[in-house]
Nanobody, 114 residues
Framework: VQLQASGGGLVQAGGSLRLSCAASDSTFRGYTIGWYRQAPGKQRELVAS???????NYADSVKDRFSISRNNAKNTADLQMNSLKPDDTAVYHC?????????WGRGTLVTVSS
């Protein structure tokens, strides 16, 4: 397993969750890691990404609510999700593109109840 996502669960609207993506080794440190989500009946979308240098990018729908960070010493990239809405309900995956290959972590389900 190259990337492993964890931290999903059930939360009420307005609540918070923190997702974590653990890389299997330090070779991911220089590469962008992204968090994607896919809701039932919808296309997968990029939620947030962080480059190896720490530059971040967010989807408009999550700006000011979600925050992505990485800890290169631990080979992890976390997604802090605040002020969650029912529309945030989805399976979340972490992703990286390294050595010409796509790496996807197993999805973690986030369910936000109204």
């Amino acid at each position: 397993v190259q990337l492993q996502a964890s931290g999903g669960g059930l939360v009420q609207a307005g609540g918070s969750l923190r997702l974590s993506c653990a890389a299997s080794d330090s070779t991911f440190r220089g590469y962008t890691i992204g968090w994607y989500r896919q809701a039932p009946g919808k296309q997968r979308e990029l939620v947030a990404s962080i480059t190896g240098a720490g530059r971040t990018n967010y989807a408009d729908s999550v700006k000011d609510r979600f925050s992505i960070s990485r800890n290169n010493a631990k080979n992890t990239a976390d997604l802090q999700m605040n002020s969650l809405k029912p529309d945030d309900t989805a399976v979340y995956h972490c992703h990286s593109f390294k050595y010409g290959r796509h790496f996807w972590g197993r999805g973690t389900l986030v369910t936000v109840s109204s």
